[in-house]
């Protein structure tokens, strides 16, 4: 086991954002990503065609009868550790032969103009595309449209004629980001008539989407915190405004609660993630209305989650799994073997399963 942890989910810490050394000291917003992926995933929408870079362990331009896994990764925030060590992809690759690995990389201005791109490269303003808002050129497409494209490449029988399994995993605001896909993405019935089970893995987020205004208080309970804290319910923790123009109107929360009620999500989080001042944007009353921290809100999401498949007599799909003694670290998140039971379905989570 000790041999897979290292290999399989040394890939994990290639591609994950979230895990860089010194990235306190970075200017994030105005320094462009060191590494941009060589492939390209052409995104077609009705507001328009654009280009984002990608990689693919496998060429989904032909059939792969042997791929039963699709494990698709969303980078944190400041996007800057992808980079292109196909060794341990390879060595992934042969741990999970049937596995394939989808990796897309959302772009923004400062790391187009840096890498001298294509104008036809998709860019989002700094934030925007982690919360599915669309991009400022070369058209006006949600980075939540990328997700829906690899999952129609990845439901069309003709190259994948046995795929099972399809993992959205995030961690940190790749976290936030999957955790909004789940409830508002659009792929979701297409994948199902093709009878591809998808699971959703949100790791240690920052603060998690709700469906009302009631928020957590400190007996456990939850009550309406909008007359003190406005922006709670604004989006991307709310639903009440600031919507993508990619979520379909009018906004129904009880449906979308009841639909995501009924997906496969593991919420992923590590016992040490536990730090009050952990980032300047966890210290609004937006996020601090949540919990204190980023282990204390997703407890309490959780909890919300629960009262809400009771309430609805639904069973309860979601799952929660902590990494003990682990902080704010992608590989290290993935390399437990909860992060395996999440995503690989490899090893054992029963001991901290909620």
Same mark, same amino acid.
């Given at each position: 086991?000790?041999?897979?942890?290292?290999?399989?989910?040394?890939?994990?810490?290639?591609?994950?954002?979230?895990?860089?050394? &010194?990235?306190?000291?970075?200017?994030?917003?105005?320094?462009?990503?060191?590494?941009?992926?060589?492939?390209?995933?052409?995104?077609?929408?009705?507001?328009?065609?654009?280009?984002?870079?990608?990689?693919?362990?496998?060429?989904?331009?032909?059939?792969? /009868?042997?791929?039963?896994?699709?494990?698709?990764?969303?980078? =944190?925030? /400041?996007? #800057?550790?992808?980079?292109?060590?196909?060794?341990?992809?390879?060595?992934?690759?042969?741990? @999970?032969?049937?596995?394939?690995?989808?990796?897309?990389?959302?772009?923004?201005?400062?790391?187009?103009? @840096?890498?001298?791109?294509? /104008?036809?490269?998709?860019?989002?303003?700094? #934030?925007?595309?982690?919360?599915?808002?669309?991009?400022?050129?070369?058209?006006?497409?949600?980075?939540?449209?990328?997700?829906?494209?690899?999952?129609?490449?990845?439901?069309?029988?003709?190259?994948? $004629?046995?795929?099972?399994?399809?993992?959205?995993?995030?961690?940190?605001?790749?976290?936030?980001?999957?955790?909004?896909?789940?409830?508002?993405?659009?792929?979701?019935?297409?994948?199902?008539?093709?009878?591809?089970?998808?699971?959703?893995?949100?790791?240690? $987020?920052?603060?998690?989407?709700?469906?009302?205004? #009631?928020?957590?208080?400190?007996? &456990?309970?939850?009550?309406?915190?909008?007359?003190?804290?406005?922006?709670?319910?604004?989006?991307?923790?709310?639903?009440?405004?600031?919507?993508?123009?990619?979520?379909?109107?009018?906004?129904? /929360?009880?449906?979308?609660?009841? &639909?995501?009620?009924?997906?496969?999500?593991?919420?992923?989080? =590590?016992?040490?993630?536990?730090?009050?001042?952990?980032?300047?944007?966890?210290?609004?009353?937006?996020?601090?209305?949540?919990?204190?921290?980023?282990?204390?809100?997703?407890? @309490?999401?959780?909890?919300?989650?629960?009262?809400?498949?009771?309430?609805?007599?639904? $069973?309860?799909?979601? #799952?929660?799994?902590?990494?003990?003694?682990?902080?704010?670290?992608?590989?290290?998140?993935?390399?437990? @073997?909860?992060?395996?039971?999440?995503?690989?379905?490899?090893?054992?989570?029963?001991?901290?399963?909620?």
């Amino acid at each position: 086991m000790r041999f897979i942890h290292t290999t399989v989910l040394g890939f994990f810490f290639c591609i994950s954002l979230a895990h860089l050394a &010194g990235a306190a000291e970075i200017d994030v917003v105005n320094s462009p990503v060191p590494v941009v992926l060589q492939d390209r995933l052409n995104v077609q929408t009705a507001s328009g065609v654009g280009d984002v870079p990608i990689r693919v362990s496998r060429n989904w331009k032909f059939e792969q /009868p042997d791929i039963t896994r699709a494990v698709i990764i969303i980078h =944190g925030w /400041p996007r #800057r550790d992808i980079d292109a060590d196909e060794d341990l992809q390879q060595r992934a690759i042969t741990l @999970a032969a049937d596995t394939l690995f989808v990796t897309p990389q959302f772009l923004t201005e400062v790391d187009v103009e @840096a890498h001298h791109l294509s /104008p036809m490269t998709l860019r989002w303003q700094e #934030r925007d595309w982690l919360q599915g808002y669309d991009a400022r050129s070369p058209a006006p497409i949600s980075a939540f449209s990328v997700i829906d494209q690899i999952f129609t490449r990845l439901a069309d029988r003709r190259i994948f $004629p046995h795929l099972k399994d399809i993992v959205l995993a995030g961690h940190s605001a790749g976290g936030q980001f999957v955790q909004r896909y789940a409830v508002v993405g659009h792929a979701s019935q297409e994948i199902v008539a093709s009878h591809i089970h998808v699971r959703y893995v949100v790791a240690n $987020p920052a603060a998690y989407l709700y469906f009302d205004d #009631r928020r957590p208080q400190a007996d &456990g309970s939850f009550a309406d915190v909008s007359a003190h804290c406005p922006t709670a319910g604004t989006w991307n923790n709310g639903l009440s405004a600031r919507l993508p123009a990619y979520v379909q109107q009018p906004v129904v /929360p009880a449906m979308l609660e009841k &639909g995501y009620l009924q997906r496969d999500v593991v919420y992923l989080l =590590g016992t040490a993630d536990n730090d009050p001042n952990a980032d300047a944007v966890g210290q609004s009353c937006t996020y601090k209305s949540q919990g204190a921290t980023r282990l204390e809100r997703g407890h @309490a999401y959780f909890r919300y989650m629960t009262a809400a498949a009771e309430a609805a007599h639904l $069973p309860q799909r979601h #799952r929660l799994f902590e990494v003990p003694g682990v902080a704010h670290r992608a590989f290290a998140m993935y390399h437990s @073997a909860c992060g395996l039971a999440a995503v690989f379905d490899k090893s054992s989570c029963e001991d901290t399963l909620h």
